[in-house]
T-cell receptor, first 112, second 116 residues
Framework: NAGVTQTPKFQVLKTGQSMTLQCAQD?????MSWYRQDPGMGLRLIHY???????DQGEVPNGYNVSRSTTEDFPLRLLSAAPSQTSVYFC???????????FGDGTRLSIL | AQKVTQAQTEISVVEKEDVTLDCVYE???????LFWYKQPPSGELVFLIR??????QNEISGRYSWNFQKSTSSFNFTITASQVVDSAVYFC?????????????FGAGTRLFVKA
């Protein structure tokens, strides 16, 4: 069972570069989310989706875009990378608002 | 607005001690869900428990127990007879069932060190 798959696992970017973090789930979950984890700040919600074609902003959306064209995929785009976006990024999915999150293994991103 | 506060940044105990991790939440919803997750040093996030706002019964699972009190907006987690394998970061989370959104918000986490 794959669950939630994130790629890549590690990435180093230069300031100003753009990239897309991929997230795919095979559990047919409607709800998907992106979080960033920084020391001492826990997991902060970037963007989330409650179904294909429906996305909304979380706590820290600036500098990131998302789209949800299919139930399975929820990519996160960094438009112009900044050192402040150095973090560990987690994608998560769940069946409904009352259900626990299933997390991917994370992407460790460094912006130089 | 949703908020989850885990005031304890780090806790250090000696093996076999009991330890309680605190979680205080804020919500305007009457229907909401509370969760605890564990993040061991390997980095993955593991779901431990879910509680809904209508169920204030405490729960025990082996050495783990949870105390949910709506009157104080708290959902505390106790580990009895701690073990080295309990060393991890523990996150409390809140999910609201409102038309304003279906977000899950996490606390900042409590890092637990259990020394042998």
């Amino acid at each position: 069972n794959a669950g939630v798959t994130q790629t890549p696992k590690f990435q180093v970017l230069k300031t100003g570069q753009s990239m897309t973090l991929q997230c795919a789930q095979d559990m047919n979950h409607e709800y998907m989310s992106w979080y960033r984890q920084d020391p001492g700040m826990g997991l902060r919600l970037i963007h989330y989706s409650v179904g294909a074609g429906i996305t909304d902003q979380g706590e820290v959306p600036n500098g990131y875009n998302v789209s949800r064209s299919t139930t399975e995929d929820f990519p996160l785009r960094l438009l112009s990378a900044a050192p402040s976006q150095t973090s560990v990024y987690f994608c998560a999915s769940r069946r409904g608002s009352s259900q626990p999150q299933h997390f991917g293994d994370g992407t460790r991103l460094s912006i130089l | 607005a949703q908020k989850v506060t885990q005031a304890q940044t780090e806790i250090s105990v000696v093996e076999k001690e009991d330890v309680t991790l605190d979680c205080v939440y804020e919500t305007r919803d009457t229907t909401y869900y509370l969760f605890w997750y564990k993040q061991p040093p390997s980095g993955e996030l593991v779901f431990l428990i879910r509680r809904n706002s209508f169920d204030e019964q405490n729960e025990i699972s082996g050495r783990y127990s949870w105390n949910f009190q709506k009157s104080t907006s708290s959902f505390n987690f106790t580990i009895t007879a701690s073990q080295v394998v309990d060393s991890a970061v523990y996150f409390c989370a809140l999910s609201e069932d409102s038309t304003g959104g279906f977000k899950t918000i996490f606390g900042a986490g409590t890092r637990l060190f259990v020394k042998a």
